[in-house]
């Protein structure tokens, strides 16, 4: 399983950012995804995922700012980022589970300005 992530960078605050992660080695149409972030300093979290129905869900702080969606076609899965604030910066992670195994992308680094 590989999963690549792409799309971050610097922003200043209220920006906007869109991140991708582009999976192999699954049956794309049948996994639940997720974007996760790890902070300085801090523990991962999970900050959006959605489904292999398209269910979504989201972390408190990012509802009505940030939405996730997939494409089984493409077998990607994004993270469209708006109103970005300062707190938001942190390495951002694409994870998947397969056999009962936790998958994770190599992250991509976002760095909000205030």
């Known amino acids: 399983v590989q999963l690549q992530a792409s799309g971050g960078g610097l922003v200043q605050a209220g920006g906007s950012l869109r991140l991708s992660c582009a999976a192999s080695?699954?049956?794309?149409?049948?996994?639940?995804m997720g974007w996760y972030r790890q902070a300085p300093g801090k523990q991962r979290e999970l900050v959006a995922d959605?489904?292999?129905?398209?269910?979504?869900r989201y972390v408190a702080s990012v509802k009505g700012r940030f939405a996730i969606s997939r494409d089984n076609v493409w077998r990607t899965v994004d993270l469209q980022m708006n109103d970005l604030r300062p707190e938001d910066t942190a390495v951002y992670y694409c994870?998947?589970?397969?056999?009962?195994?936790?998958?994770w992308g190599r992250g991509t680094l976002v760095t909000v300005s205030s």
């Open positions: 994870n998947t589970n397969k056999s009962g195994r936790i998958f």
């Open positions: 080695g699954i049956n794309f149409r049948l996994h639940d």
């Open positions: 959605i489904s292999r129905g398209g269910e979504k």
